[in-house]
T-cell receptor
C-alpha cells in the first residue's frame, strides 16, 4: 500500500513556466518533508512543514501543508533548468522511519 | 553541515559474492538508514538502526543484513549477491528530536551492479 501518492510522476516544461507537484495521503502526518535529488546524487532536504495550513517559501519554491496534515504541494514559479531533478515528499508519522512518495521527475528545458 | 559518506560510488560484483557497503556520518545522529532506489519503485527501506547494535527491518530486508558497532557507522551486507540486487543504494542519518525531527541526510549513493 502506497501511503503517499505523488503526482504527476513526470513533468516536462519550458523555462519560465509555473508548475505544481502534489503529495497526497489518507494518513495524518506530524510533519512532511520535501527533498530534491539530482541524477547520481542522494536526496537533499529542501523544507519541513509541521503545522496544518503552513506555507513556506524558498526563493521561487512555495510549499504548503494541508489543513488536515494529510497532503502537501510544491509550487515552482518561473522554472529554470537548474530546477531539474526528482522531487520527493516524505511523511513523518512519529516513528523513526519516514514514508516516502515515489517522486516527481521534473525536466526544465531552456 | 551534516556529512554522510559512503565507501564507494560505483561497485561491480559477481553473483554469489559477499558485499559490504559502508556508511559513515559525522553529526552524532542516533538514526541511520539503508535504502535502495530503483526506477518506478522509488526509495525502499531495507533496514534502519536507532542506536548502536540496534536494528529494525524495513520494507525489503530479505537478502540483506546490517551491522552497527559504532554510532557513526552503519554497514549493509549482501550475504550472497544476486542480479536482482543491482540497484542504487542510499544511506541516510537523522536526529530524532526537535528542531531536526527525523529530517534525513543522505549520502551520495553507491551504484551496485551484480553480474
Amino acid at each position: 500500500t502506497q501511503l503517499l501518492e505523488q503526482s504527476p510522476q513526470f513533468l516536462s516544461i519550458q523555462e519560465g513556466e509555473n508548475l505544481t507537484v502534489y503529495c497526497n495521503s489518507s494518513s495524518v502526518f506530524s510533519s512532511l518533508q520535501w527533498y530534491r535529488q539530482e541524477p547520481g546524487e542522494g536526496p537533499v532536504l529542501l523544507v519541513t512543514v509541521v503545522t496544518g495550513g503552513e506555507v513556506k517559501k524558498l526563493k521561487r519554491l512555495t510549499f504548503q501543508f494541508g489543513d488536515a496534515r494529510k497532503d502537501s504541494s510544491l509550487h515552482i514559479t518561473a522554472a529554470q533548468p537548474g530546477d531539474t531533478g526528482l522531487y520527493l515528499c516524505a511523511g513523518d508519522k512519529g516513528g523513526t522511519a519516514l514514508i516516502f512518495g515515489k517522486g516527481t521527475t521534473l525536466s526544465v528545458s531552456s | 553541515d551534516v556529512k554522510v559518506t559512503q565507501s564507494s560510488r560505483y561497485l561491480v560484483k559477481r553473483t554469489g559474492e559477499k558485499v559490504f557497503l559502508e556508511c559513515v556520518q559525522d553529526m552524532d545522529h542516533e538514526n541511520m538508514f539503508w535504502y535502495r532506489q530503483d526506477p518506478g519503485l522509488g526509495l525502499r527501506l531495507i533496514y534502519f538502526s536507532y542506536d548502536v547494535k540496534m536494528k529494525e527491518k524495513g520494507d525489503i530486508p530479505e537478502g540483506y543484513s546490517v551491522s552497527r558497532e559504532k554510532k557513526e557507522r552503519f554497514s549493509l551486507i549482501l550475504e550472497s549477491a544476486s542480479t536482482n540486487q543491482t540497484s542504487m543504494y542510499l544511506c541516510a542519518s537523522s536526529f530524532p528530536l526537535a528542531p531536526r525531527n527525523n529530517e534525513q541526510f543522505f549520502g551520495p549513493g553507491t551504484r551496485l551492479t551484480v553480474l
